[in-house]
Nanobody, 121 residues
Framework: EVQLVESGGGLVQAGGSLRLSCAASGLRLDAYATAWFRQAPGKEREGVSCIRSSHDTTYYLDSVKDRFTISSDYAKNTVYLQMTSLKPEDTAVYYC??????????????WGQGTQVTVSS
């Protein structure tokens, strides 16, 4: 069964840090781009970051540049999102998904449960 499982969320004060993990099973993540998304209450889901290591490609939403870093450990079949200098507006459920490449709007598979990130002011 192909599955991506997000973890690492939690409650943190503004200015704090969290590292999210996206662990894959049933597939090799290095064959795809892996993207992080987030959805805040009452808002649409938005793309936050993306990585396709085979093409040395990364993408960041403008509002998270210089604060978030995406990385991959394909030996562990896992993609990470290191989040620093967190702000209350980063509060959302964070999801990961596969894409053919970071510029694509296509998502492979279905959304997982995500991981909740809550940043208190």
């Amino acid at each position: 069964e192909v599955q991506l499982v997000e973890s690492g969320g939690g409650l943190v004060q503004a200015g704090g840090s969290l590292r999210l993990s996206c662990a894959a099973s049933g597939l090799r993540l290095d064959a795809y781009a892996t993207a992080w998304f987030r959805q805040a209450p009452g808002k649409e889901r938005e793309g936050v970051s993306c990585i396709r290591s085979s093409h040395d490609t990364t993408y960041y939403l403008d509002s998270v540049k210089d604060r978030f870093t995406i990385s991959s450990d394909y030996a562990k079949n896992t993609v990470y999102l290191q989040m620093t200098s967190l702000k209350p507006e980063d509060t959302a459920v964070y999801y990961c998904a596969r894409r053919p490449h970071c510029g694509s709007r296509l998502i492979f598979g279905s959304w997982g449960q995500g991981t909740q990130v809550t940043v208190s002011s």
